[in-house]
Every structure is written in C-alpha cells, then in structure tokens.
C-alpha cells in the first residue's frame, strides 16, 4: 500500500496538491490495485474556498472508507486456519495440484505464518483440507479418514486347516494255520464230528468276524492202519464234514476248499500209538486281511 503525491499549477496560479492512494493486494487468482484519487486545491481565499473545504472533507471521507473496504477484502481472500499447525514450520507443506485452496509459492509450497499457520484463500472448505495444515499428518499404517489418523485393523489371523483325517489303516494279510486231533473231532473210522469238534469250529468261526476272508481250506489226514485208498477217502471225507459246519455258519461255501491226504503226510511215526494219534489229525488254514492294530 502507498500513498503518491503529484503537484503543478491550478486555475488560481497556485500549487494543486493531488493525493493518490495506491493499495495493491495479491490473491491466489492474480493482483489486484485500488487506486483512490483525491486532488486538493491550495486556493488562495475566494468566496468559494469554503465550499471547496468541504468537498474535501467529503473526499478524505471517500479514501476513509475506501481503506477500510481493501482491507477488507484483503482479509477475506486469504486468512490463516484457526487450528494449531499438524507440521512443524521446517517442515514444507506441498499443495495439492492442480489446484488448490491454500496460498502458495512458486514451489507450489503452502504459505504459513510466524506460527505455522497456513494461509487459506477465500474459497477454502474443510474438504480442501491438506495433511499437515487443516488435517493430522498420518504416519504409515495409518490412514486419513473423516479428519482423523485411523489405524488399520488388525490381520485377521488365518484359522489353521483342519488336521488331515487319519488314513485308514491299511490292511494286514493274514494266514493262520490251526490243526486238530482227528480223534477230538471225530470217532474211530467215522466222518461225523463230535461235540467236541463242533466247538473247536465254533471258537474259530468266532474269529472271522473282524477278517476280510479269502479262503478257508481244510485238509484231512490219517494214520497208517487201512489201506492208502480208503485212507484217502476217509481224509477227503472228514475235510467235507468240516466244510459242511462251516457253511453252515455263515461262512460262503465258494470260499471253503475241501483236500484230502490219506497217511501220506505224517507228522509222527505211525508205529507208536502216540505217533498215529498225531497223525490222525484235521488242518485248518484261514487266509485273509485284517486292519492293522492302533
């Protein structure tokens, strides 16, 4: 703002005094000048001079208000935020681009006064608001939301996967081999079983349950007493009558083989009692799977 003074010669011969009040103001949008004129007359006295004095009060009035109304609009082009600075005055603020609420350099810096406060143009609205003027500097997680630095919320932590079911176990072969006093199962030249016999073959039946049965083979055997043919036959016979209990068990006939060996697999020697005894004598083989054990 300034004030120029111009003089030269007026009407009356006398010094004019011309009084201009220069008033510049910059805003975001250009420079803008208010120039008030007053011309004043040094008049030597004339029946007017009053009337001119009075003029020129009116005039000094108008600069008055004139002032008054730069003023004004000075302040409300640009004003400073209210608010206490988020940044510290080291700390140089960037305006946003490519325009901007804020009064900036040739930097495209945000100006800010003795306090840190920045310098808002006259169109400045809160949603103008730029970190470190008008909103909190957020620091990294955190995030700018509604004005406030908001932190992220925690990771979900990722539920672990369910444990792997157990494979089942894998199936164990099996084969067992369980033999028989023939006396225990049968009478003296006979193929029909005892009581005795039957409850041998009920216990083993017992253990089929938890087996994937294959196959059930039962072998018949005598002493040396008789001839080798009718040895054979009453071997192959005695087998069939084991066979015959078990279907009737429940146990599938097609998994049941039958074989009949005569005297001609001893497991003694047939010259004793005791030796023929021995081998006087039905084999049972069960094969099959069972699960394995935990």
């Not at 500097?137 to 406030?148: F, I, M, R, S, Y």
Request: positive net charge; contains cysteine; charged residues 25%.
């Amino acid at each position: 703002m300034g004030i120029v003074r111009s003089c030269g010669r007026g009407a009356y011969g006398k010094m004019d005094e011309k009084l201009i009040a220069n008033f510049a103001m910059r805003t975001v949008r250009g420079c803008m000048d208010v120039n008030i004129l007053l011309t004043s007359m040094r008049m030597p006295s004339h029946p007017r001079n009053g009337r001119l004095k009075t003029e020129r009060k009116k005039n000094m009035k108008k600069i008055a208000t004139l002032m008054l109304a730069a003023s004004a609009a000075m302040a409300g082009s640009a004003f400073a935020q209210s608010a206490p600075p988020y940044a510290p005055l080291t700390t140089d603020i960037q305006a946003n681009k490519p325009y901007s609420a804020y009064v900036q350099d040739s930097r495209g810096v945000i100006a800010r006064d003795p306090f840190g406060l920045c310098w808002r143009t006259g169109y400045w609205t809160p949603a103008d608001a730029v970190p470190g003027c008008d909103a909190p500097l957020c620091v990294p997680p955190e995030k700018l939301e509604n004005g406030k630095c908001v932190a992220p919320p925690p990771p979900v932590e990722a539920t672990p996967p369910a444990p792997a079911p157990t494979p089942a176990p894998a199936p164990v072969p099996t084969s067992e081999k369980v033999s028989y006093s023939a006396d225990a199962f049968f009478d003296f030249d006979k193929a029909v079983l005892k009581p005795e016999g039957k409850s041998a073959l009920d216990e083993l039946t017992s253990k089929l349950g938890d087996m994937n049965l294959e196959v059930i083979i039962a072998v018949g055997h005598t002493d040396s007493i008789g001839t080798d043919a009718y040895n054979q036959k009453l071997s192959i016979r005695r087998a069939e009558a084991v066979k015959a209990y078990l279907q009737g068990k429940g146990v599938d006939s097609n998994r049941i083989y039958t074989e009949g060996k005569g005297e001609g697999q001893p497991v003694a020697d047939n010259k004793s009692s005791d030796g023929r005894a021995k081998n006087r004598r039905v084999e049972i083989e069960v094969v099959g799977t069972r699960s394995r054990q935990q």
